[in-house]
């Protein structure tokens, strides 16, 4: 058992609100899912800018002086915004595939959460009102946004295993329930 809940704002003048919104609707369906919870965030990004949230089982080593090494490594400027344990990396969109292979060498305990230019994935294990506080959420801006919280049934309970999972730059992925025949579903999507 999980939940599921999305809004996509057609009024800009909400924007400022989503944050809240989505935390609320997160929060609400928390007896649905009380193990974890995950939420993608998409906010306007400024041109040529891109994204990539990360996550540290040990933030206090992971994050000091990533701006100043992962920088130098790429040769541009890049900001590093932390919550808790994970931390918004800002830099050139066209770095961001060269940047993914540097922090493998340079934070090898990092976890890629997304990466685009407007998409930022926070999730961690706990019930959902404990993990939108945790990144405050609800002082988030953006445009639309999708949050899960979960029920483990097949699975150990990890930051890892909690939705929104990450599908590709600026995309994500939520579902409920499992997909046990998957191999099968590939073969037969492969033949087509």
């Known amino acids: 058992m999980c939940g599921i809940v ?4 057609k009024d800009k003048s909400l924007e400022p609100k989503l944050g809240a919104m989505l935390s ?3 929060v609400t369906l928390s007896d649905r899912g009380p193990d974890s919870a995950g939420i993608a965030i998409y906010g306007g990004g400024d041109a040529g800018k891109g994204k990539i ?3 540290s089982s040990v933030p206090e080593e992971d994050f000091p002086k990533l701006d100043t090494e992962l920088g130098k490594a790429l040769g541009a400027d890049i ?3 932390t919550k808790s344990t994970h931390a ?3 830099l050139p969109v066209d770095k ?3 940047a993914r292979a540097i922090l493998t060498k340079l934070r090898p305990r990092l976890r890629v959460m997304s990466a685009g230019s407007s998409v930022e994935i926070y999730k961690e294990v706990g019930l959902p009102e404990k993990v939108v506080e945790r990144f405050d959420i609800s002082s988030m801006a953006g445009s639309h946004g999708i949050g899960h919280t979960r029920m483990a049934t097949e699975s150990a309970v990890t ?3 909690a939705h929104p999972f990450s599908t590709g730059a600026d995309q994500c992925l939520v579902h409920n329930g499992s997909l046990s025949n998957h ?3 590939r073969r037969d999507l492969s033949r087509e």
């Open 88 to 90: 918004v990396i800002e």
């Open 159 to 161: 930051t890892l295993g």
């Open 183 to 185: 191999n099968n579903l």
């Open 24 to 26: 609320q609707m997160l």
């Open 53 to 55: 949230t990360v996550q």
């Open 79 to 81: 900001t590093v915004r």
């Open 96 to 98: 961001i595939e060269e």
């Open 6 to 9: 999305g809004i996509f704002l």
